[in-house]
Each structure stands twice: as C-alpha cells, then as structure tokens.
C-alpha cells in the first residue's frame, strides 16, 4: 500500500529532533551518564569526534564508548524516537528475547550490561541497552551492493553464499529448540507480540492498528487472522490507501482471498510456538573478516516474539537482501530467478543440517515436520 507522505514527514520531523537533541547530548552529558553505569565509576570517552561517527540503523543508533583505563568497550544503544515507535514496550520484548536466546543456545551476541526504559533515562533520550562491544564488519557490507538498500551482490560465489547460510541455519536450529505455549512477546508476563508491519502501518499509515498490551493468541490461525485484519483496517483507515473504485476492489478482493486461505497453510495451529525475529538476518550479524565470513555476533533482537511455526520455517525474506514486496518492477524476474537459486540452496542446506540435530526418524507422519518440508510446502 501506498506510504502515507504526511506521516512519513511527520516521522521524519520527529527523529531529526531526536538526532539533534542526541547529538548536543553526546557531546556535552553522554560520558558522564554512561560512567555512572560502570562499577567503578570510571570516566570514558565516545569514540569518533561526532554523531556522525555512531553507527545509525533504521530504528537505532549506537555510539562506541571506550574505558581508557581497563581497555572495556561498551556499545552504547538507543532507539530512534519517531513518530509511532513504542519504544519502551519495544526495548523490553528485546532484552526479554536477548536473554531468552542467550539462556537456551550459543549463537554469539554482545553481553547486555545495562538496559532501561524512558524513566530510567535522566538523558531525556529515551530507553537504552548497554552492552558489550564486539569487534568485526558487517556482514551486510560484505555481502551488499555499495549505495544499494540491502540488495545482494550479484557477484557472490554459491560457495560463499552457502558457508553464510549454513552458519544461520545452525542459528535458527539452535533458536527451534526454544517452545512457547503462547503467541506474544518473550516476556515472563505474557504480552502482545510487538512487529515490523504493525510499526511500519502507524509510522506510514496513520494507522494504529495495536491491541491491548496483554493480548496473546494460542492458535495460529487466529493470529493470522488478527495479522490479516490489520490489513483491512489499514485500507478503511489510511487517506490515501487507494487510488480509485477499481484500486478499492481489488483490494479487498485481495484481502478476502488471503484470509480464506489462512487455514490451508497452518500446521501447527495450537503450537508449539518458536521465537519469531522480524529483522533477523545478514544485515544484523557481524562477521571477523571479509574473507572469511565467519559470524561472530547477531545484533538486534527488536521486533522479536513467540509466534507460528509457519512463520519460522517460511523461505526467508532476506536471501537476496531486499524482500520480495520492494521489487517494485513487475517486468524484470531476475530477482525473482536469483531468489529461487538461493532459496534451493537454503533448503538443502537446511535439509542437511536437519540430519545432523535433529532427531529423524523415518515414519511418514514425521517426515512431513521436518524444517526442509515445511520451506517446501510455504
């Protein structure tokens, strides 16, 4: 659907207001607060003379802060605040989830130091994550094209694109092991499940289409539904959700044909539930070198909750980089036949390490659970 460009300068006009406050901050107060965290109380220094120097993601920003005296180095995170980011409730599902991976698997990610919500903040910034700093390049500007939003390179060799793949699929076998009973955050006390489209319809939409915060689900075709009636009330809802009478039906012919067919494509409809991450993929890990490749964290965990099983073992969005929905040119299918190749080299990498962790047995019925089945069948 089309963005809303009055929201879209609202959100802006809010986050350059957060920068700037940020960044007369960082120079003036942010080693200060930031000393106060440490056992010590020991003084530090950000690295890079100016904001311009942090590292700046889509939601966050994040400065390096260097403790001279020990040699420590702390990763110091806050969310952008935009227009529509619940950005407390949002920190919260994140260090829930951080510390749920951390307990049941060792994928590598930094130590949370410190983390708070708005009021812990005397900064006036906003909620925060202390954590430790982990040396390394992105594995997204390795694998990118240069001045390209998250598309892959062309040039990537299988070989390498298989030992990146391979090395992710050990993570997401390691995070199927986790079960929830419920569908919503990771919290000890059940909340809603914070996502990607739920922030991007307010943000571009103007539409706030959350529920109340103590809503979960224990069935997946229910959750499927909620998610699909979103859909509907962003088309009744945002101004510009439609071009014409024809653009209208369409729509909602859509629309109906997609939660009609909810059903067909849940098998797991009252759970087990797994650990869903929204942004999960090689533009959040970090590897040691741009030769070898080897992952040695994955950062942000926001945008992460319990949820179906058809959503864990989905063909993944983010194998060619950009997701399917942002190919905006109906006429050219070379991403389309590149994806393909990368998926069939996904699914038989996950065909291979399921024989490896997971314990198969040959009966029929089983069979049709496997990871490599389910990718087949979405």
């Not at 962790?357 to 496997?370: N, Q």
């Amino acid at each position: 659907m089309d963005r809303n460009e009055i929201c879209d300068i609202e959100d802006r006009v809010a986050r350059w207001l957060w920068v700037v406050k940020y960044t007369e901050i960082r120079r003036t107060k942010l080693c200060k607060w930031v000393s106060n965290f440490h056992p010590e109380q020991l003084k530090c220094r950000i690295d890079g003379p100016d904001a311009s120097f942090d590292k700046r993601g889509s939601y966050n920003i994040v400065c390096k802060v260097i403790f001279d005296k020990t040699g420590e180095v702390w990763a110091v995170r806050f969310p952008q605040l935009g227009k529509g980011l619940i950005s407390d409730e949002k920190v919260m599902s994140e260090v829930a989830a951080i510390e749920t991976v951390r307990k049941h698997t060792d994928i590598p990610m930094p130590e949370i130091i410190r983390w708070g919500s708005s009021e812990d903040n005397d900064l006036g910034l906003g909620p925060f994550i202390i954590s430790t700093w982990v040396d390394g390049i992105s594995l997204g500007d390795v694998v990118a094209l240069p001045d390209n939003d998250r598309m892959l390179r062309g040039d990537l060799s299988d070989t390498t694109i298989e030992h990146v793949w391979r090395q992710i699929a050990r993570f997401l076998f390691q995070l199927s092991c986790i079960d929830f009973d419920h569908i919503g955050s990771c919290s000890a006390i059940p909340q809603r499940p914070l996502t990607i489209k739920s922030n991007h319809i307010w943000e571009s939409g103007g539409v706030d289409i959350s529920c109340p915060l103590s809503t979960t689900f224990t069935s997946s075709i229910d959750y499927f539904k909620h998610i699909a009636d979103h859909d509907l009330r962003q088309l009744h809802e945002q101004l510009n959700s439609v071009d014409d009478e024809e653009d209208a039906r369409q729509k909602y012919i859509n629309w109906t044909v997609i939660r009609q067919l909810i059903p067909r494509f849940v098998h797991f409809d009252n759970g087990p539930f797994k650990l869903i991450c929204d942004d999960f993929g090689p533009f959040n890990m970090m590897v040691d070198n741009a030769e070898d490749l080897n992952i040695v964290a994955v950062l942000d965990w926001e945008w992460s909750y319990a949820g179906p099983q058809e959503l864990f073992w989905s063909p993944p969005l983010w194998l060619l980089g950009q997701p399917p929905a942002s190919w905006e040119d109906d006429h050219d299918d070379s991403r389309l036949s590149r994806y393909n190749k990368y998926l069939d080299i996904w699914i038989r990498v996950i065909q291979e390490e399921e024989q490896k962790v997971l314990d198969i047995s040959t009966g029929d019925d089983h069979d049709k659970e496997l990871p490599s089945v389910l990718l087949r069948k979405q």
